[in-house]
């Protein structure tokens, strides 16, 4: 996830205006049908999963709602919605921690987007590579 200090939030929609939550379901500019096969949670979002792209590995974990996942597949770069400072914000534009959209995907749910990018310096707030190196619960192990 990203902090102030490493990002820089993008506009809300003028539709919905950033200090009142995400855009509702429906009421932006993403294709209706991809809407409309979306599972939000209550408030509208859905986890957006980044993964580097030809490795496989996992980078983060943001939440995107329609205007988010709207902007990332239109721009190119990763949009996600902070839900601390309830506002749009675009992974590198303070950073220059850029993640370019190589593709999207729904999982079988619908309930997550996985996102494969190229990631530019660090993915994490925290300068790490990735949100999964500090706090490693279990590493392989022989069965």
Known sequence: MSSRATDTAAPAPPDRPAPNGPAAPGSTALDPAVAARLKHDADGLV??????????????LGWMDDEALH????????????????EYWVKGDTSGHVQRVRSVALDCDADTVLVTVEQTGAACHTGARTCFDADVLLTDRDQ
């Open 47 to 60: 986890p957006a999963i980044a993964q580097q792209y030809g490795t496989g590995e996992v980078l983060m």
């Open 71 to 86: 902007r990332t597949l239109t721009t190119g770069r990763c949009t996600y919605w902070s839900r601390s400072r309830r």
